[in-house]
């Protein structure tokens, strides 16, 4: 049993974090480079992570209006190894369904909890695994993966850690699910384990955590859920060149064609409206027919019909 006092799954949405026990942070010097941008930001998440939900809004803006200048290496962390843990007021699945509850309406994100109650997950390393499978097959349609498997999480409920609904999303993302199966099975869990080492030797202590260089030994790190401008400031101290591209709103469909689903919050933060004005946007599109929507207690996603 685990007597640390910090249980992953009790994020925090005051700083936005969903904290691990603390590991002792290796000395090991890591360096970050970038392949091909200016910036190169090493994202930590886990497809578990309610606070990494709660951040699409600003990390969606943040490639919309500065993507050609920085590329993401995205890392998994493992945040539910079982159900060993048992502290801070979680020491069952059925615990963590009201904490969700609270985060989504922190957030303005849609998350129902219930998953907790009606079909728990026993350990988030299975979708870390399945990511990292993914990532070899495409970094692209392996982002696309993440996103499917966030949205049948928090608004379908489905239990991410069974393999069954880990294909389904594969399928959606268009990933090859027999070459996804057979490195699921091999060496995606060696680079799971690769990105957990990484991670003490950066001495991540939660998700979500942004690591900024610039290649030249200049690093910036960005922990938790923030607003947009501490991740567009970090960007923009290693990188003053960075040139910002605002969203050419040629109509309210067209963000539609880049990421084909949106909750309220996202096409908020995206736009700079309120939450309030991006509903009355997006339901008045859905009224005409013109989208689609998932409605959950705690909120709506919309997509293209």
Known sequence: MNENTTNPL????????????????????????????????????????SSCWGIEPQLRKLKLEYGDDFEIDYRMGGLLPDWSYNSGGISKPSDVAHHWDEASLYYEMPIDGNVWLEDPLDSSYPSCIAMKAAQIQSK??????MRILRENLYLEKKNIAKWENIADAAKTANLDIERLKTDYDGDAKKLFEDDLSLARKLGVRGFPTFFFSDGNNNQLTVYGSKPFASYENALLALYPEAKKKKFENKNTLSL???????????????????VNDASIILEELFRKGKLDKKTIKNGSLYFVK
């Open 140 to 145: 692209e349609k392996a982002i696309q993966f």
């Open 10 to 49: 009790l994020c925090d949405p005051e700083n936005g974090m969903c904290e691990m026990p603390v590991t002792e942070k290796s000395n090991e010097t890591v360096s970050i480079k970038s392949e091909n941008k200016p910036v190169k930001i090493i994202y930590y998440t886990d497809p578990i992570c």
């Open 256 to 274: 539609f064609e880049i990421y084909p689903t949106l909750a309220p919050k996202e096409y908020a933060v995206i736009q700079e409206i309120s």
